[in-house]
């Protein structure tokens, strides 16, 4: 492993020079993501679970060269929908390294999802509920089978995102065994599934180790499996005072908890692996003294980066323009331009912002883009993947006629 490979790379270790260049060559709201260390963060996982499996969680990121390196890494893909697998495999995943998770899916999605295991018989199909099983045999798939368990047992960084213990998610825990039975008449069972939440850490911890245990009895009970996949949801630091996870003691946490089981663990880090690796980069557009607050105005709001409106969710953001000067830190907010009181990327103490600086945003690579909307009619931003020295556009900037292309009566 690399050794200038630190466990989380903060917002003060990009290059200000660098982002400028980009900025000014590409316009901005900008995502950049750098795959140089989408790679090592894998890297670092898979030195952490080396017995394990890997599979990328696919909604946090899907621009297809971050897919593509993690697949050449060796990565498995976990996919929350039949888009996902379709982008999995376009971007060379093979199926047999690709898991389709269906959560309470509409027919559209299940037809999709039969087809394409069908053209990659390696595939396999997650599903969460009795009747989820049911629909899956009557399209006549009698392929590679999981079950998602509800294990009562969730954590997580906000409460919208606790699944384990959420009553949408999986089969309850007790029902699980006559299920698998069952389902080995028509199917190929393979493993198990459970997903405590998302941006797990500290204290959450330990709800995760009660998951794996008892994931590990029920796999015992259940025999005969493949693998036991225990999710994913590793946190990382989005304040500069949190540490990162110690991710050998977590792997080590978790192989313990886990127990003996004739299965092969398997984990799914979709934030881990690409959240410290992306950057959204957006300019000043206003500077407003105010009674209450300096409130500076960027290009940049909610339908580019939703997490902090949705989940009171915290991102480091610094000032590159004021690099090198010699400008005093003040206590601004940071807001974007859509008229609604959720949009803002909160209070920050910032080198005195001006008009037309730029502002980077941290840890954006998970969870930034996927989550981008035309709300307010507003194109969404154009993303750039750095390669080693390279820089190219993965996703290009969109323009009205982008919006407004669905409309059938202009």
């Not at 490979?5 to 020079?17: G, N, T």
């Not at 888009?83 to 376009?90: K, M, Q, S, T, V």
């Not at 969404?380 to 820089?391: F, N, Q, Y």
């Amino acid at each position: 492993m690399e050794r200038d490979d630190p466990p989380v790379r903060r917002l003060a270790d990009w290059s200000a020079d660098r982002l400028a260049e980009l900025a000014d060559e590409h316009g901005t709201p900008l995502y950049v993501l750098d795959l140089d260390r989408v790679r090592r963060n894998y890297r670092r996982m898979a030195a952490a679970f080396p017995d394990a499996e890997v599979h990328y969680a696919a909604k946090a990121n899907t621009v297809r060269p971050a897919l593509r390196a993690l697949a050449e890494e060796g990565a498995g893909v976990e996919c929350a929908s039949p888009g996902e697998l379709r982008r999995a495999l376009d971007a060379g995943v093979p199926g047999e390294r690709v898991q389709y998770t269906a959560v309470n899916p509409p027919d559209a999605d299940l037809d999709r999802a039969v087809d394409l295991a069908a053209e990659n018989p390696g595939v396999t199909i997650t599903a969460g509920a009795p009747d989820t099983v049911e629909r899956l045999a009557e399209r006549g798939y009698d392929g590679r089978l999981c079950v998602r368990v509800n294990p009562g047992v969730g954590a997580g960084h906000h409460e919208k995102v606790a699944t384990g213990a959420d009553a949408k998610f999986g089969v309850p825990y007790d029902d699980v065994p006559e299920l698998v039975a069952s389902a080995r008449a028509d199917f190929d069972v393979v493993g198990l599934h459970a997903h405590a939440g998302s941006g797990i850490s500290g204290e959450d911890l330990s709800a995760h180790r009660e998951l794996v245990a008892r994931m590990g009895d029920l796999a015992r009970e259940v025999g005969g499996l493949e693998f036991v996949d225990v999710g994913g949801g590793f946190g990382v630091p989005y304040r500069p005072d949190e540490q990162p996870l110690d991710l050998d003691s977590v792997a080590a946490a978790t192989r313990e908890a886990l127990g003996a089981v004739e299965a092969t663990l398997t984990v799914e880090p979709g934030r881990y692996l690409v959240a410290d690796a992306g950057v959204l980069l957006t300019a000043v557009n206003t500077v407003k003294e105010a009674p209450t607050a300096t409130v500076v105005g960027v290009g940049a709001g909610m339908t580019t980066l939703a997490r902090p409106a949705i989940y009171d969710a915290h991102h480091a953001i610094r000032n590159l323009s004021a690099a090198g000067a010699d400008r005093p830190d003040r206590a601004v907010t940071v807001a974007g331009p859509v008229c609604e009181s959720a949009d803002t990327f909160g209070d920050h103490d910032l080198a005195a912002p001006e008009r037309g600086d730029l502002l980077a945003i941290g840890n954006a690579g998970a969870y930034g883009y996927e989550m981008a909307s035309q709300y307010n009619s507003r194109p969404r931003p154009a993303s750039v993947v750095l390669d080693g020295d390279s820089a190219r556009v993965a996703r290009r900037r969109e323009t009205m006629a982008d919006v407004t292309r669905m409309e059938t009566n202009r």
